[in-house]
């Protein structure tokens, strides 16, 4: 660790990293200061300007410590349900030794912390923790060196209870953080890259951690942006075109204006009601008559995946090996198959909300984001304001999931209290969150494979058309293998007639169902026993770790499939874990209804610093794994989104709960690496072999709904 | 030209979180905004609309209750319970407690109607089974897959309320 001095605030001497002033350092005032690079930059770097323009291109988190004795922890990041809000300040009031209450999380808003990129991507306590205890021990260094200039005591003598700084051998003699920040402005930057030694160090204190804002959830205390409000506030609702594709021709105003106490607001297309009731509003809006002229891509949810496949694609070889040729020429048995998977929706209870206000000429929008510094961004250059003019604070989010990294929400309610003049609400209904999510995006997965007459697979030709390369790697030992990826062709028109982006462990997901599949498939057809074949054909030590982890965990008997059991294996990477799945499920032959009774999980994700956390971050991802598997599918024509509500769209229910065991395999001298995602990319392909292993039935396409598992049960 | 027609207001009296409370308001809203704006109770929460998710459950004469789905002139005369009254003054209801322990919430936003649909369970069958819990909560949808802590602290809740009797 690199030590910075401590640099005067006041001489405005930058560092050579081009950092410059800004305005939090103004709003916060005076205080200690310690910046600090808690997460992954990279995708700072690579960001274009004027993204990585601001000061804090190298360090975007610090620590402060007020005149008033706060100690606050500022980042860009936001509190969407993962935790962080009370790991950070937990960690800051055990390494200060001051009370929790003096402790403050200041999260996810532009004027107030330094850029960053964005809160996704499985960056828990487990990166941020080594850093925040190197900045903490830093601020503690300062406060313990004035304490000792202003007291006169060497600072070997002091001791500090509850932020207050005093000399052990005469405890009248004493300082308070506070004042000794006081009529003080000091920086401090620190250069942490965290060693073996500092998670050592970290698990030590890395006790099970209480939510800190349970309290504030559980009492209806916790304020989402839709629970904000604001002097003269009115609600909006969106004139919504009835597909992603449609082009407004007419429209007719009168039957909304004649709603009691309504305005509308209208800027070309963009056409909005105003009410300060809200419901009020929701009635107006249905009663503008609007006209659209369609030009409607021929597709839907069906034809989706033969266009995909017959387009003509842009084609990159992600990586290969060996002579696929050859390895076809050495295989005894070839098998050939394709697996589809739908758009997917994040469906999060809280639906995309925004508050937005003008004052003079400052724009602040409240939203509920997983990017408050893009959504600045887009603010600034589509209403052409400059970026310190515009501020944007992410509260509470209500569950993100990869969906609110969109923020489509906050730029319309801007412009529309640009247009209103007054602060407006936007709160997405139900039927918008379903429209204008950024979707996990459909995919085709065809692989052609082989194995000799020992069981040795020798051939492994995949290809993802349209779905997402993540977690694609071959993953056995394969000697002749190829992974390509079908994506469009510059130019070409969109393929996905809806929005798509990133979703847990985005694609990981359908790559892991397809490859496991096939693997199923393939060991079926040798008569071996799957965990047996995954064994025999793996050469990557964790992976097999994890394998022989979880047979003993679930006392796991081998039998070649199907064997009637019900159970299916699979196994994979994501986020630097080493992941392996049992499921254990019951079919319904009459009906296709598949329960999932049981879930096993191995988990190899070198140092587990909070087991607890670790425990409810499989659960979370088998629970929602089970939706995308069983039900979760996006129905649509054209540009027109079918599925608008959690009644045609089925998210997981308590009532599908199985049984969840857990195995973390001991790692603890080995860096930590991703928990909120690994377990997730193995639900789909754990339940699929399960439910060949049952009945004998192979499932290519996910969701596998009652009325595909029929389907299937008709091939057996 | 249009004609505006002023929609007529509508008194309304009710108990709520233990206050008898009189509102004068448009009739044709639903309790679910009613509370929100009106009377600031901002912890029950929009989530569909439409009744599907449970996020905006509240007890009316200590039945769960969808109040999206509630025209606010049902309430007249009755008994309403929100997430802000459960509790009696700064002490916790057993199941607000059983949740912080049982870390049954990570976003947080389906908590409060959980609670609820969980505490008028909980009046109606002080001896809910587990089977009885996941039974009486299907109807609440939960994203964060907080499924089974939300089941531990329903089980943990009921168990101590019936100690305590």
């Known amino acids: 660790m690199r030590k910075n001095e401590i640099t005067d605030a006041g001489t405005g001497k930058e560092k050579s990293s081009g950092m410059k002033r800004r305005s939090f350092v103004k709003i916060l005032g005076g205080g200690i200061f310690v910046f600090f690079q808690p997460w992954d930059l990279s995708g700072i770097k690579d960001a274009a300007l004027p993204q990585a323009r601001s000061l804090t291109k190298d360090y975007n988190a610090f620590l402060h410590i007020a005149p008033d004795g706060t100690v606050s ?475 022989k982890a979880l047979a003993e965990k679930a006392g796991y008997v081998p039998a070649k499939g199907p064997s009637g059991r019900g159970f299916g294996i699979s196994c994979g990477t994501d986020a630097g874990t080493w992941v392996a799945m049992l499921a254990e499920v019951n079919v319904d032959k009459n009906t296709g209804q598949i329960k999932v009774v049981k879930v096993t999980c191995s988990q190899d994700m070198g140092m587990c610093v909070n087991p607890h956390g670790t425990v409810m971050q499989i659960e979370g991802c088998v629970m929602m794994g089970l939706g995308y598997t069983l039900t979760e599918e996006t129905l649509f024509e054209g540009g027109n989104v079918k599925t608008r509500g959690f009644d045609a769209y089925e998210i997981p229910r308590f009532s599908w709960m199985p049984k969840i065991e857990t195995v973390i395999i001991d790692k603890m001298d080995q860096p930590p690496q991703g928990g909120g995602e690994p377990a997730i990319i193995l639900v789909g392909a754990s339940v699929a072999n399960a439910v060949f292993d049952a009945t004998g039935a192979r499932l290519y396409r996910m969701p596998m709904t009652p009325a595909r598992v029929l389907e299937a049960l008709k091939m057996v | 030209m249009v004609l505006i027609t002023p929609d007529m207001e509508q008194k309304i009296s009710f108990k709520l979180n233990g206050k008898t409370t009189v509102i004068t308001t448009d009739p044709n809203q639903t309790l679910l905004w009613v509370l929100r704006n009106q009377l600031g109770l901002t912890g029950t929460k929009y989530g569909c609309g439409t009744g599907f998710c449970g996020s905006c459950t509240v007890l009316v004469n200590k039945e769960a209750t969808r109040s999206c789905m509630l025209p606010v002139t049902d309430v007249e005369g009755k008994e309403v319970i929100t997430i802000e009254g459960l509790g009696k003054g700064s002490r916790l209801h057993p199941l607000q407690q059983a949740f912080i322990d049982n870390d049954a919430l990570q976003c947080g936003f389906c908590t409060p109607g959980m609670i609820m649909t969980a505490a008028a369970m909980l009046l109606k069958n002080p001896s809910v089974s587990r089977e009885d819990i996941v039974k009486g909560l299907d109807e609440n949808l939960c994203r964060c897959g907080a499924h089974p802590r939300i089941i531990d602290a329903v089980e943990t809740a009921a168990k101590q309320m019936k100690g305590g009797k």
């Not at chain 1, 498939?521 to 990557?540: S, V, Y």
């Open chain 1, 73 to 547: 922890c500022i980042t860009g990041k936001v509190e969407l349900g993962q935790g962080i809000i009370t790991s950070l300040a937990q960690v800051m009031a055990d390494d200060l030794n001051v009370p929790m209450e003096k402790v403050k999380m200041v999260m996810g808003d532009t004027d107030l912390c330094p850029y960053d990129a964005g809160t996704w991507g499985s960056l828990t306590i487990r990166q941020f923790g080594p850093a925040m205890r190197a900045a903490t021990a830093e601020a503690k260094g300062v406060l313990l060196d004035l304490a000792s200039a202003q007291l006169g005591v060497p600072a070997s003598r002091l001791e500090v209870k509850d932020g207050i700084v005093y000399d052990q051998q005469s405890p009248g003699k004493k300082v308070s953080y506070g004042q000794l920040a006081k009529g003080r402005k000091l920086e401090k930057y620190l250069d942490v890259k965290p060693s073996p030694e500092d998670y050592k160090l970290f698990s030590v204190i890395g006790k099970p951690l209480k939510r800190t804002d349970s309290r504030l959830k559980v009492t209806g205390e916790a304020k989402y942006t839709g629970d904000l409000t604001l002097p003269g506030m009115v609600y909006a609702r969106i004139l919504r075109p009835p597909s992603h594709f449609a082009k407004l021709r007419s429209v007719d105003f009168s039957g909304a204006e004649a709603v009691e106490g309504t305005q509308v607001l209208r800027d070309g297309d963009f056409i909005a009601v105003i009410n300060v009731n809200k419901e009020k509003a929701d009635e107006a809006v249905v009663k503008i008559n609007a006209e659209y002229d369609f030009s409607e891509p021929n597709v839907n949810d069906e034809t989706c995946y033969d266009r995909m496949t017959g387009a003509d694609s842009g084609v990159n070889v992600m990586s290969s090996g060996g002579d696929l040729e050859a390895g076809r020429k050495l295989s005894d048995k070839l098998f050939e198959s394709e697996f589809r998977d739908p758009y997917v929706a994040h469906a999060p209870i809280e639906t995309h909300t925004a508050l937005a206000r003008m004052e003079g000429d400052k724009l602040t929008v409240w939203a509920s984001t997983q990017t408050p510094f893009g959504l600045q961004d887009a603010l600034a250059s589509e209403l052409k304001m400059p970026l310190e003019k515009v501020r944007v604070i992410a509260p509470f989010v209500g569950g993100g999931f990869g969906g609110k990294i969109a923020f489509q929400q906050g730029v319309e309610a801007a412009r529309l209290t640009i247009l209103a003049k007054k602060p407006v609400m936007l709160v997405w209904t139900r039927e918008e969150e379903f429209f204008y999510d950024t979707f996990h995006p459909a995919g085709v997965y065809r692989i052609k494979s082989g194995i000799d007459n020992s069981g040795m697979i020798k051939y492994w030709d995949y290809k993802v058309f349209y779905g997402g390369t993540r977690g694609s790697e071959v993953i056995y030992d394969v000697p002749n293998f190829r992974r390509s990826s079908y994506s469009q062709k510059k130019g070409a028109a969109p393929i996905h007639p809806v929005l798509t982006g990133a979703w847990r462990a985005p694609n990981a997901n359908s790559n892991a169902f397809a490859r496991e599949s096939q693997i199923d498939i393939m060991a079926a057809a040798a008569g071996i026993d799957p965990l047996e074949f995954r064994l025999k054909n793996l050469k990557d030590e964790k992976m097999i770790g994890c394998l």
